[in-house]
């Protein structure tokens, strides 16, 4: 199974993400781990130039771009080999955050965006969590951290993305919301369930 993570900042991923890893070593299960952008040597590179301030006037066209050819590294190198060996993949970020925060976010045209997914061949996960939170809930969470390039883009910007993800949810039923205002320990065992129910059909 492919299931990927999603949400806008302080949602939960990395706890979630881990509490499932736990999961699947009890359960004596194959799987990987990755996070986008990343998980490729070209990918941590680019990633080092999508979240560095030192870069605060790049377009949002370059920024697009560049998330796409990191992601394009990752499905060839990674994921598609994971898969064809019957691995669990695990990815913190996939396509649907292209969406929510280069096309809701930044404005850029979605059939344009759509148009770059189909081109690179991106898999469509089995699974996809959304965990939805508030923006000043999410950004309290991490009060203690340092902001990256993206992360400093303001309140509007990330009420935008979180608009995004809510509206790409409705129209894709491998997309699910989740709450992530909830206990952590509940929140991984709706996960848990939504994995069980794939599995059983």
């Known amino acids: 199974m492919f299931i990927t993570f999603e949400g806008p900042e302080g949602s939960g991923k990395s706890t979630q993400i881990n509490l499932l890893e736990n999961f699947l070593k009890e359960t004596h299960k194959k799987f990987i781990t990755i996070r986008e952008p990343g998980g490729t040597i070209i990918g941590e590179e680019i990633r080092k130039i ?10 949002y066209e370059t920024e697009l771009l560049l998330f796409i050819s ?6 060839e190198k990674i994921i598609k080999p994971a898969l064809k060996n019957n691995q669990f993949v695990l990815c913190d970020r996939f396509i649907d955050s292209t969406i929510a925060y280069q096309g809701y976010g930044r404005g850029i045209n979605l059939d ?3 148009q770059l997914i189909k081109i690179t061949e991106c898999p469509t996960p089995s ?3 959304i965990l939805d939170i508030d923006v000043e809930t999410g950004f309290k969470r991490k009060a203690a951290d340092t902001k990256d390039r993206i992360e400093s883009a303001g309140d509007d910007f990330f009420e935008k993305v979180r608009a995004g993800y809510l ?7 491998y997309i699910k919301v989740v709450d992530a205002d909830d206990d952590p320990e509940a929140i991984h065992q709706k996960i848990i369930s939504l994995i069980e129910e ?3 059909d």
């Open 167 to 173: 509206e790409i949810a409705k129209d894709h039923d």
């Open 127 to 129: 699974l996809t969590i």
């Open 70 to 75: 990191s992601r394009k590294e990752l499905m």
């Open 198 to 200: 794939i599995n059983h």
């Open 112 to 114: 344009s965006i759509y």
């Open 50 to 59: 999508l979240i560095s301030s030192e870069f605060d006037d790049m377009s």
